[in-house]
């Protein structure tokens, strides 16, 4: 079971790296990342305790500066022991996104998008990445704001468009969020709307469910398993919420949520037979209060752990309790797996693989926060870090 953790790799997001906050303010940290350059310097540094982060999902509009070609930060991300992963496009901060992307009434946007898209193409090409990670923030605050169907068809005849003009080494994946900032319709507000997005874009466009993107007691593991069962699920978002899209860590509200999802990727791969090995695994998360790298530590520390559970289900004795409609039995298979305690397991791994047992009080004992939080504060004249996040 626990070589099976050498199969788990969970991918890094820049901007976790960077000062974010809410719409009400912005609290800064001195050890904040603002440069590709620094984000990448953590996000190495995480993978180096962890073992598990071989990869960074980059921001095309926050992670490429005019000046830098996108080898050359993909050689950054090389010399840190890290690469290049999903390609986020931002088709919602400039001020022509005003009504939408993809689907705004207004061809300027429209075209803006287009063009926006092409250069987050070329960009995977250029430092080989396997994954186009769209979300829209697409949507209408009112009533009658918008023809809603019209908006359907914009959004299918733009994802068939990219999807034909996309590398061959790359798939698409299409994200969903009920609402914000959207507060009155959005465009792709739930997996349903997704999977259709991804069928009629084509056959390398899929689904990508963050879980923090769901309306309170929806039932993830029940709509992860129907899209391994279409062979329409892409990948996660990972982060927690206790209301709506929070970007808390991974499992600090509802670890026993993520061990379940796990074991429903364990049982359609395993009991049967759908294709799982290429579900990617990506943290969305914000930590606008915790310091970044330790919440990052802690987020893939967790995932490990939350997997390692699901992998300690014994899923022959489920069955056979199953069969039996013991359900007493059935439920308990999983209440026993998550009552294990796998650190001492993980500790193992760690050790025949030369990481740190405790990569969190490694990473305390590096220094590396007040190095870095010292240089970087020097390097901007004392001014707080200028994240690009809006
Ligand atoms: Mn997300």
Request: hydrophobic share 40%; with cysteine; proline share 5%.
């Amino acid at each position: 079971m626990i070589e099976r953790l050498d199969t788990f790799a969970i991918e890094l997001p820049s901007w976790g790296f960077a000062d974010t906050g809410t719409r009400f303010g912005k609290y800064v940290q001195a050890a904040a990342a603002s440069t590709i350059d620094e984000k990448l310097a953590d996000a190495g540094m995480v993978h180096r305790l962890t073992g598990c982060c071989p990869s960074v999902a980059v921001h095309v509009l926050w992670d490429f500066p005019a000046g830098r070609s996108p080898t050359q930060i993909a050689d950054v991300a090389e010399r840190e022991g890290v690469r290049i992963g999903s390609i986020n496009p931002n088709l919602f901060q400039d001020q022509v996104f005003k009504y939408g992307s993809a689907c705004s009434p207004d061809p300027e946007a429209r075209a803006a998008a287009d063009e926006h898209i092409d250069r987050s193409m070329a960009i995977g090409r250029d430092v080989g990445s396997s994954a186009l990670s769209l979300w829209f923030a697409d949507g209408t605050n009112y009533p009658g704001q918008d023809d809603i169907l019209q908006r359907k068809r914009r959004m299918e005849d733009a994802l068939a468009r990219w999807h034909q003009a996309m590398p061959d080494s790359m798939e698409m994946l299409v994200e969903y969020k009920p609402f914000e900032p959207a507060f009155y319709h959005t465009d792709i507000a739930d997996w349903g709307m997704a999977a259709h997005f991804a069928r009629k874009a084509g056959p390398r466009a899929k689904v990508l469910v963050d879980t923090g993107h769901h309306l309170p007691g929806a039932n993830i593991e029940h709509i992860v398993s129907f899209l391994l069962s279409e062979r329409l699920l892409g990948g996660f978002h990972f982060n927690d919420r206790k209301y709506a899209d929070d970007d808390l860590t991974l499992g600090s509200i509802d670890p026993y949520a993520v061990f379940r999802i796990f074991l429903a990727i364990r049982i359609a791969g395993e009991r049967h037979g759908f294709e799982t090995r290429h579900v990617g695994y990506t943290v969305d998360q914000s930590h606008n209060l915790k310091p970044k790298i330790e919440a990052m530590i802690q987020t893939a520390t967790t995932a490990q752990e939350l997997f390692l559970k699901a992998q300690m289900v014994d899923l022959d004795h489920l069955v056979r309790a199953q069969d039996a409609m013991a359900i007493v039995d059935a439920e308990r298979c999983l209440r026993d797996a998550f009552a294990t305690d796998v650190r001492p397991a993980l500790r193992e791994w760690r050790r025949a693989r030369g990481l740190p047992e405790d990569p969190l009080e490694a990473f305390r004992e590096s220094g590396y926060e007040a190095r870095v939080g010292a240089e970087r504060q020097a390097r901007r004249g004392g001014n707080p870090a200028s994240s690009s996040y809006a």
